[in-house]
């Protein structure tokens, strides 16, 4: 007989997803977590560390909470016995700090049970049985939420056998000369790293970056924006996935004032290369589409499903068409799930698909 419950991927979707079962009433006994970490927020701790960040670009309900109220802005003015987080956030201002966030995260991994629920295994295979889904030889599950994650870093192949380059999410220093490849948060957050450790800084990009609050514009996390999203057609909607992941980082005179200082101290210029450049930052983010994850395109494959360049095709819900029934489910939630949420690689778009998928388990009959 099937088993209830499987998370695939022990990151943060994975943990917003078990947060909104256990808030639904589903018991920690009957969901299994399969991941190789424990913690939730391993992987962002680190790429948040490389590069030196302090606030989360989220804001007041980027948490990993089923329930958005009290958000993390309530939560930073309770703290701080002061009402300057509610104001900003009332103006769409707050920022959390990446200490309060990671402080939420372990609060809610302790609260809800995942350490009871989690079983540490890398999978390779997820098969579609009459009463559910075959992962490995783990068990059969009747509703499955895969939340793999991001599939890996990205180089750029010019720099990929360069003595001179590391990611910017792996642990680096600074040196002389240094030039930043990539033009989004992470660039940003590189830029002024650099200028603070000394060094003379060189951005390589391609375009001009847009520059905007969140990942994606605020429309897009809003029922009318969603809905309107949801009534593209497949090529409209691959145009738009593809304008949302040019890089981007937010307006502001912390990130505008040290550039322009910098630049007019002639310690700041964009170039197309690295024009002898000492060290090579790739602020090139993630490998983009699911054929870069094992798991998925086995999935995709195996079962034949539907998809648009790199985008699995999804119901608005996040659930796999033709493999979701009235008897059981699997869902795609994170990066994966942008076809359903554009930003499904946000906390709110984990919450979103986390929140739909524990509606469905919760109404589904149990056997």
Same mark, same amino acid.
């Given at each position: 007989m099937a088993q209830? *419950?499987?998370? %695939?991927?022990?990151?943060? =979707?994975?943990l917003a997803g078990y947060a909104a079962l256990r808030y639904h009433g589903v018991p920690a006994e009957d969901i299994a977590v399969f991941g190789v970490e424990q913690d939730p927020a391993g992987p962002l701790r680190r790429r948040s560390? =490389?590069? *030196?960040?302090?606030?989360?670009?989220?804001?007041?309900?980027?948490? *990993?909470?089923?329930?958005?109220?009290?958000?993390?802005?309530?939560?930073?003015?309770?703290?701080?016995?002061?009402?300057?987080?509610?104001?900003r956030s009332a103006c769409n201002r707050y920022r959390p700090t990446v200490e309060e966030f990671f402080a939420d995260v372990d609060d809610v991994r302790?609260?809800?049970?995942?350490?009871?629920?989690?079983?540490?295994?890398?999978?390779?295979?997820?098969?579609?049985?009459?009463?559910?889904?075959?992962?490995?030889?783990?068990?059969?599950?009747?509703?499955?939420?895969?939340?793999?994650?991001?599939?890996g870093i990205a180089v750029p192949e010019e720099y990929a056998g360069d003595g001179r380059a590391v990611h910017a999410y792996l642990p680096h220093g600074y040196g002389d000369r240094v030039a930043v490849v990539g033009a989004g948060m992470a660039a940003a957050m590189e830029w002024l790293n650099a200028l603070s450790a000394g060094a003379a800084v060189i951005s390589v990009r391609r375009r001009e970056p847009q520059r905007r609050p969140l990942s994606v514009p605020r429309p897009l996390f809003s029922r009318r924006g969603l809905a309107a999203y949801?009534? #593209?057609?497949?090529?409209?909607r691959v145009r738009l996935l593809e304008q949302l992941a040019e890089p981007s980082y937010?307006?502001?005179?912390?990130?505008?004032?040290?550039?322009?200082?910098?630049?007019?101290?002639?310690?700041?210029? #964009?170039a197309a290369g690295p024009d002898g450049a000492d060290q090579v930052i790739c602020a090139t983010g993630f490998l983009r589409g699911?054929?870069?994850?094992?798991? /998925?395109?086995? /999935?995709?494959?195996?079962?034949?499903?539907?998809?648009?360049?790199?985008?699995? %095709? /999804?119901?608005?819900?996040?659930?796999?068409?033709?493999?979701?029934?009235?008897?059981?489910t699997l869902a795609l939630a994170g990066v994966p799930a942008q076809w359903a949420f554009p930003g499904a690689d946000t906390v709110a778009g984990a919450k979103y698909v986390g929140r739909r998928f524990a509606r469905r388990v919760r109404q589904c009959p149990t056997p």
């Amino acid at each position: 007989m099937a088993q209830r *419950c499987a998370i %695939v991927g022990g990151g943060l =979707a994975g943990l917003a997803g078990y947060a909104a079962l256990r808030y639904h009433g589903v018991p920690a006994e009957d969901i299994a977590v399969f991941g190789v970490e424990q913690d939730p927020a391993g992987p962002l701790r680190r790429r948040s560390a =490389a590069i *030196c960040q302090r606030y989360m670009r989220s804001e007041s309900d980027g948490h *990993c909470r089923p329930a958005s109220f009290p958000g993390l802005a309530v939560r930073s003015a309770r703290s701080s016995r002061s009402l300057a987080p509610l104001v900003r956030s009332a103006c769409n201002r707050y920022r959390p700090t990446v200490e309060e966030f990671f402080a939420d995260v372990d609060d809610v991994r302790a609260r809800s049970g995942w350490d009871r629920s989690f079983r540490r295994a890398r999978l390779e295979r997820i098969e579609a049985t009459d009463d559910g889904f075959r992962i490995d030889a783990l068990g059969t599950y009747r509703h499955v939420l895969v939340a793999p994650g991001h599939p890996g870093i990205a180089v750029p192949e010019e720099y990929a056998g360069d003595g001179r380059a590391v990611h910017a999410y792996l642990p680096h220093g600074y040196g002389d000369r240094v030039a930043v490849v990539g033009a989004g948060m992470a660039a940003a957050m590189e830029w002024l790293n650099a200028l603070s450790a000394g060094a003379a800084v060189i951005s390589v990009r391609r375009r001009e970056p847009q520059r905007r609050p969140l990942s994606v514009p605020r429309p897009l996390f809003s029922r009318r924006g969603l809905a309107a999203y949801h009534a #593209t057609a497949p090529a409209e909607r691959v145009r738009l996935l593809e304008q949302l992941a040019e890089p981007s980082y937010p307006h502001g005179t912390a990130w505008d004032e040290p550039i322009s200082a910098a630049t007019r101290a002639g310690r700041f210029r #964009t170039a197309a290369g690295p024009d002898g450049a000492d060290q090579v930052i790739c602020a090139t983010g993630f490998l983009r589409g699911f054929r870069h994850d094992d798991l /998925l395109r086995r /999935l995709v494959d195996d079962h034949d499903l539907a998809a648009e360049r790199g985008w699995v %095709v /999804l119901s608005p819900d996040g659930t796999v068409p033709g493999l979701t029934d009235g008897r059981r489910t699997l869902a795609l939630a994170g990066v994966p799930a942008q076809w359903a949420f554009p930003g499904a690689d946000t906390v709110a778009g984990a919450k979103y698909v986390g929140r739909r998928f524990a509606r469905r388990v919760r109404q589904c009959p149990t056997p």
